[in-house]
C-alpha cells in the first residue's frame, strides 16, 4: 500500500530540504511525495527540481499562487496511494512515521485518519499560546476523546495526518471560505461518521515561526474558528434535538461567541459564573447562575465557554460529579 505524502509549498527554501529528506529517510519506503508549489518566488522551484531530478518517487506540480486550499486539492487529486500523509515544507518527520500510520491504517479499517502527537519546534515564551495548544492536543488519541473535544480546538495538527484519499474526496475534499481549512475538513467528516485517532508516539516536529499561515492569514484567527465550529455545533445539537442551551461563563467574550448560536436558533436560558459579582444579576434579560444552583442533567444543556484550560478541567471535574456525562448533558466549547 504506497503512502502518498501531500505537501503544498510557497516560497519555502529556508526549510525545504530539511523536510523532504525527513521523507526520504523513512523506515517506510513505498511512498511518493507529492509536492506543489503554489507559485513560489523563491528558490522552492529550483530545490524541487533537483530532487525531482535525483529521486523518481518526488513529483513536482507547479501551479499560479492560488492559496494552500487550491494547492492541496490540486495535489490530492494526483495522490495515486490510498493513504495521504499530509507534510508541510518547514516541518520534519520523525524516521518511523509512515510506518507506524500505515501500520495502524491496516490494521484499523474502521479509523478514517489517524494523526500523531507532535514535538513543538518554536519559542515557548514568544509562541505560548502555540506551545499550550501542543500539549492539549497531545492528550487526545482516542477517537471519542478526540470527537467529544472537537469544538474546544482543532484536536489534530494538520501535517501530523494521515487519511484515506477516498473518504476524503467523499467528504468533498478541502473547502476554501472564511474559516481554517483542516479544521473545517476535521469537523465535517467527524460529522459524517469517519473515525479520527491519533498515535501516542510523537512522530512529527512542527516548526512555529512568525510568517505561519497560522498567524498572518485571518482565516486562522480566534473569530474565524469560532463561525467554523458554530456552525458544526449547531447541527450536532440539532440532530440531538437541543434547541435551548445553559452557557458556563458570563464574561464579555464568552457571551459574545456563544451568541454566535443565535442566529442558529437557539436559546440562551441563563449563564453560570463563579464571579459574586454576577451571580444572581441579569445579562442581557438572562439570569446568571451559581454553580451550586445547576439543575439536575438532563434539564436544560450546558456548553462551557470558559477558555481557560484549568478552568475548563475544574469544570469537567464539578460537572462529573454532579452527574453530568459529555456528550449527553455538555460540551466543551472553548
Known amino acids: ?6 505537501m503544498p509549498v510557497y516560497n519555502g527554501e529556508k526549510f525545504l ?3 523532504i529528506q525527513s521523507v526520504i529517510y523513512q523506515t517506510e519506503q513505498d511512498w511518493e511525495l507529492i509536492a506543489v508549489d503554489d507559485g513560489s518566488t523563491d528558490e522552492t ?4 527540481a533537483w530532487f525531482a531530478e535525483n529521486e523518481p518517487r518526488v513529483r513536482v506540480l507547479t501551479r499560479p499562487h492560488e492559496g494552500i486550499v487550491a494547492a492541496l486539492n490540486a495535489g490530492l487529486a494526483i495522490c495515486s496511494g490510498e493513504l495521504v500523509a499530509r507534510m508541510d515544507a518547514d516541518d520534519r518527520c520523525a524516521p518511523e512515521r509512515l510506518a507506524r500510520q500505515k501500520t495502524f491504517m491496516q490494521a484499523n ?7 500523531s502527537r507532535v514535538l513543538y519546534d518554536g519559542d515557548e515564551k514568544e509562541f505560548r499560546g502555540f506551545s499550550l495548544f501542543v500539549d492539549w492536543t497531545n492528550t487526545l488519541l482516542d477517537p471519542s476523546d478526540i470527537y467529544l473535544n472537537r469544538f474546544v480546538e482543532s484536536p489534530l495538527v494538520h501535517p501530523s495526518v494521515c487519511f484515506r484519499k477516498s473518504l476524503v474526496l467523499e467528504c468533498g475534499g478541502y473547502r476554501d471560505g472564511p474559516f481554517p481549512e483542516d479544521y473545517e475538513l476535521w469537523l465535517r467528516m467527524m460529522q459524517a461518521g469517519i473515525r479520527l485517532a491519533k498515535l501516542p508516539e ?3 516536529w512542527w516548526r512555529e515561526r512568525a510568517g505561519r499561515l497560522t498567524r498572518v492569514d485571518d482565516r486562522y484567527q480566534v473569530d474565524a474558528f469560532y463561525a467554523c465550529k458554530t456552525e458544526y455545533l449547531a447541527r450536532w445539537l440539532k440532530r440531538k434535538g ?8 458570563a464574561g464579555r467574550t464568552s457571551r459574545k ?23 444572581g444579576q441579569l445579562i442581557d434579560r438572562r ?8 439543575p439536575v442533567p438532563g434539564k436544560c444543556f450546558v456548553l462551557s465557554y470558559v477558555a481557560s484550560r484549568g478552568a475548563r478541567m475544574a469544570i469537567e471535574t464539578f460537572l462529573h460529579k454532579r452527574g453530568y456525562q459529555v456528550g449527553k448533558h455538555y460540551l466543551m466549547s472553548a
Open 257 to 279: 461567541r456563544s451568541e454566535l448560536l443565535l442566529d442558529k436558533g437557539f436559546q440562551i436560558v441563563a449563564y453560570i459564573d463563579i464571579d459574586p459579582r454576577k451571580i
Open 287 to 294: 439570569p446568571v447562575m451559581a454553580m451550586a444552583d445547576l
Open 109 to 115: 479499517p474502521n479509523i478514517g485518519l489517524v494523526a
Open 202 to 204: 510523537d512522530l512529527l
Open 242 to 249: 437541543i434547541t435551548h442551551v445553559m452557557i458556563w461563563g
Open 45 to 48: 522551484g529550483r530545490v524541487l
Open 17 to 19: 530540504v530539511e523536510a
Open 1 to 6: 500500500m504506497t503512502i502518498s505524502i501531500l
